[in-house]
Structures are given as C-alpha cells and as structure tokens.
C-alpha cells in the first residue's frame, strides 16, 4: 500500500467516524433539535453523490467509506426527522 493510499484510507475513516459521536449523542438524548435539516439533507445527499461516484469509477476506497457514511447520514436523518423537536 502506498502512503498516498494510506492516507487516503484515513481519511475516509476519520471523516466517516467523526459522525459517530454526534450520531450516538442524539439517540441517547433522543434530541436533534441542535442538528439543522438542510445540514442533514445536503451531507446525505453529497455521500450519495460521492458513492455513485466511487462506483462508477470503481474506486473501493471512496465506495467503501462513502457506504459506510451513508448509513451514518439515513441514521442522522431518521433522528432529525424523529427526534428533530
């Protein structure tokens, strides 16, 4: 693996990860009242961009990260819609 792979790896996972916390936050206190929608639906939006993206190009990387992220996103979204207040 090449250190620009790597890199390109740890990015992936740092800015897919970095929504754990937020997402885990907002279940737990079952409150999203903090969380704009617009924010929520252009992130869900743009990983869904940045997928098709991936898979057109076949880039495991960007399809694998933006996967994951993508159900990071309908998960923040389905606690803005129910938790939204």
Do not use: C, H
Request: net charge positive; aromatic share 16%.
């Amino acid at each position: 693996m090449s250190l620009t792979e790597f890199i390109g790896i740890l990015a992936g996972a740092f800015t897919t990860f970095g929504f754990v916390p937020q997402i885990v936050r907002v279940f737990l206190l079952r409150s999203a009242r903090e969380i704009s929608l617009p924010f929520t639906l252009l992130f869900f939006g743009g990983v869904i961009l940045w997928l098709l993206y991936g898979i057109s190009l076949d880039l495991v990387p960007v399809i694998f990260w933006n996967a994951a992220s993508a159900i990071l996103g309908a998960l923040l979204l389905y606690a803005k819609l129910k938790y939204g207040g």
